[in-house]
């Protein structure tokens, strides 16, 4: 076990038996990523992604417009993520785990989280449209983050930091 920033624990290794691009092994209770239409007009889709206890991302879409919420995913640097790239393609709104920046990432990987500087080369492949990078370490303070929204607005204009009480409308 390793103390995370906020003082909990995790399991940074991949269970035995893992299957390909998996920080985890197989599941207890397995994950399926069907499309889902919970109501009429709204479809739903998930894809896997990669975690130490597996994760989910979800594509909501409604009335001609979608938003992604991409979070608990760890990227292989150089190798962009094709289920997270094919779930938010051409998004209104992607929201991305961007818990560290590139320079932080080697010192933690396999905790499965990424960077927003990640989130910006995924947004670029799959044309989605605005990014919100959000699950910020919590040892960034605010002068941090406004450093990181600063850079990414340079790097990819229209991109947002999330904040508490943001509301995103696609």
Known sequence: ??????????????RAGAREGSLAGPSPHPVTAPERTPRSGVAIRTALLRHPNDATGYRIEFGGRSICYVTDTEHIPGKPDRNVIDLVRDADIFIYDSTFTDEEFPRFVKWGHSTWQE???LADAAAAKTLVIFHHDPSHDDSVMDEIAAAAEQMRPGTLVAREGMVLRP
Do not use: D, K, Q
């Open 119 to 121: 989130g910006i080369r």
């Open 1 to 14: 076990l390793i103390a995370t920033p906020t003082g909990s624990t995790t399991r940074p290794l991949p």
